[in-house]
Each structure stands twice: as C-alpha cells, then as structure tokens.
C-alpha cells in the first residue's frame, strides 16, 4: 500500500502563502486522480481541491484564484499553492489518492490518506 506524506503547513499571517507537498512512498499512476482535502476544528472534512492532468483540476469555490494544484509524476509528488490566506483557511490539510481516469468530490473515493499538516492563518 503506497503511503502519502504531507508537508509544508505551518502559521502564517493573513495573506501570506505556504506551499503544500504531498509524497508517495511508492508509484502513483498519472492517470489517478489526486486531491487536497482540509478540516477545521468542528467542522466536516472538504475538498480543497483536486487534479487529474494540467488540465483537469477542480477547486473548491472558496479556493478558486488563490490556489493552485499540480502535480509531478516524476516525482510522486503533488504541490498545492496557496495565496491570499485567510483565517478561515485554518485547518488541518490532507493529500489523498483518488479514482483513476476521473475525479469525483466524493471522500469515500480516495483511498490512502495522508496523516496531514497544520496550516494556521492568523488575522
């Protein structure tokens, strides 16, 4: 079972950017989807945003021209760029592997998990 592994979180202040990366310990087909979810202290988890090909990415409607997905797959590795933070952007981020040939918004469809990284934007 690939393993995924998050990194990049951290505080930052209102505005500011982190850039997020997620690894593979093991081979991900470029054909499988991939996605960035995030959860906020009481609140359900929800995708941020997700991407098959450079030209097949989706983004949440609170996240649309502030951040960016891409992904290497040279590398196993998947970015998420993030601008313009904001303090509602505080939660817990989380790399996951999704269909394959398609992306859907569903959690259940994405399987592993990362164990996830911080991001606290403070106002």
């Known amino acids: 079972q690939v393993q995924l592994v998050e990194s990049g979180g951290g505080s930052v202040e209102a505005g500011g950017s982190l850039r997020l990366s997620c690894v593979a310990s093991g081979y991900i087909s470029s054909r499988r989807c991939m996605g960035w979810f995030r959860q906020a202290p009481g609140k359900e988890r929800e995708l941020v945003a997700s991407?098959?090909?450079?030209?097949?990415?989706f983004y949440g409607d609170s996240m649309k021209g502030r951040f960016t997905i891409s992904r290497d797959n040279a590398k196993n590795t998947v970015y998420l760029q993030m601008n313009g933070l904001k303090p509602e952007d505080t939660a817990i981020y989380y790399c996951?592997?999704?269909?394959?040939?398609?992306?859907?918004?569903?959690?259940?469809?994405?399987?592993?998990w990362g164990q996830g990284t911080q991001v606290t934007v403070s106002s």
């Open positions: 996951a592997a999704g269909s394959y040939f398609r992306c859907t918004p569903r959690l259940g469809d994405f399987t592993p």
């Open positions: 991407i098959l090909t450079t030209d097949t990415t």
